[in-house]
């Protein structure tokens, strides 16, 4: 299956702050911008949901 991609615009203060990360902070294990920005979105998706989920009054699946 092939992964289909699309392109998104930040402002070049937001993109070298970020290339400025993942180079002084090798440990993190970040091998490019692409792969730095796909995880702080997954992140802040994830946190979205549980806090939707907390300020709703359900349960989280399980």
Same mark, same amino acid.
């Given at each position: 299956m092939n992964k289909r991609?699309?392109? !998104?615009?930040?402002? #070049? +203060?937001?993109?070298?702050? !970020?290339?400025?990360? #993942? +180079?002084?902070h090798p440990e993190l294990g970040y091998s490019s911008r692409a792969e730095?920005?796909?995880?702080?979105i997954r992140k802040s998706l994830r946190e979205q949901r549980e806090w939707e989920t907390i300020s709703s009054g359900k349960k989280e699946p399980e």
């Open positions: 991609y699309k392109n !998104i615009n930040l402002p #070049i +203060e937001l993109v070298e702050e !970020i290339d400025q990360h #993942i +180079e002084q730095f920005a796909k995880e702080a």
